[in-house]
C-alpha cells in the first residue's frame, strides 16, 4: 500500500514528534539540549516557522510549529535530525541512526485543539513523572507561557494571545488550564491523530472535499455498502 504523504491544511498548525529508535534517549545532558534549541532556533528563522510550543524529553521531542508552506516544516526537521545527529554521535563517540524513522506529524484544527497541544506538550515531564510540577522542567515552553523565562524561540498562536489582554492575564488563564490537566479524551484524541498522521479536529468547510490535500481521515473500513434497489 502507498504511503500517504504529510497532511498540511493552510492556517492550521502542525504538531510534530521526533522519537528515539527503539527507545532510545536522545537527549543525555543538557548539552545534548541546548544543541538541539540551537539548531532549531536558526531553522525556525531562516525558513519563516513558527514554534508555538516545544518539549524535549529524553527520548523524544514534540514541536507545535505553524509554517507558510508544507515543505519548511519538512526541511526543518531533515535540517534537525542530520546536524543535531552528527554532533550527538561526535560528543558520545556512537555512530548509527538515532531516529525511529519517519518524523510523526498532523495538523492541528486550531480553535479546538492548539491550545489542547499547548497543554499536551507541556504536561508531558509532568504525566511521566519526571517533575512534579511542569513549571520546574527546564526544557520545555512551559516556563514562557507562566511568564517565568523568557524563551526566544516562541512565536505564539493569536489563541494564546486571545487568554487575556495582558501578560499577566494571558498567564494566569494558561496556567488554569495546565493545572486542570488533559481529559482522556483529549489525550486519546491528540495522541491518535498524532500518531497515524490524521488530522486533529475537523477540516474546514471550503476544503472538506478538496482534491489538493490528501484525505484528513482513513477510508471506512470494510466493502461499502449497497443501495437498496
Not at 525511529?100 to 499547548?118: D, K, N
Not at 494566569?172 to 490537566?181: D, I, N, P, Q, V
Not at 484528513?216 to 466493502?223: C, D, I, N
Request: charged fraction near 20%.
Amino acid at each position: 500500500m502507498a504511503r500517504l504523504g504529510r497532511l498540511f491544511v493552510p492556517g492550521f498548525p502542525l504538531l510534530v514528534l521526533q522519537r528515539g529508535n527503539n527507545g532510545t534517549p536522545i537527549f543525555l545532558d543538557e548539552v545534548d539540549c541546548q544543541n538541539y534549541r540551537h539548531i532549531l532556533r536558526d531553522g525556525v528563522r531562516e525558513l519563516g516557522v513558527s514554534l508555538h510550543a516545544y518539549v524535549l524529553m529524553p527520548d523524544h521531542a514534540h514541536l507545535l510549529l505553524s509554517a507558510p508552506q508544507a515543505d519548511a516544516v519538512s526541511t526543518l526537521v531533515q535540517r534537525l535530525g542530520r546536524r543535531y545527529v552528527r554532533g550527538f554521535n561526535d560528543r558520545h563517540q556512537r555512530t548509527g541512526t538515532l531516529w525511529e524513522g519517519r518524523y510523526r506529524s498532523t495538523a492541528v484544527q486550531p480553535e479546538a485543539y492548539v491550545l489542547a497541544c499547548y497543554r499536551y506538550i507541556e504536561l508531558n515531564p509532568q504525566r511521566k513523572g519526571l517533575v512534579a510540577d511542569p513549571a520546574a522542567y527546564l526544557w520545555s515552553s512551559c516556563q514562557h507561557h507562566l511568564g517565568l523565562t523568557p524563551d526566544p524561540l516562541i512565536s505564539d498562536h493569536p489563541l494564546y494571545w486571545a487568554l487575556g489582554n495582558t501578560p499577566f492575564e494571558r498567564q494566569a488563564r494558561y496556567r488554569s488550564l495546565l493545572e486542570a490537566g488533559s481529559p482522556s479524551k483529549e489525550l486519546e484524541a491528540i495522541r491518535h491523530a498524532g500518531y497515524k498522521g490524521w488530522l486533529l479536529g475537523q477540516a474546514p468547510a471550503d476544503l472538506a472535499n478538496s482534491e489538493d490535500i490528501r484525505r484528513f481521515q482513513p477510508l471506512p473500513k470494510g466493502r461499502p455498502r449497497r443501495n437498496p434497489a
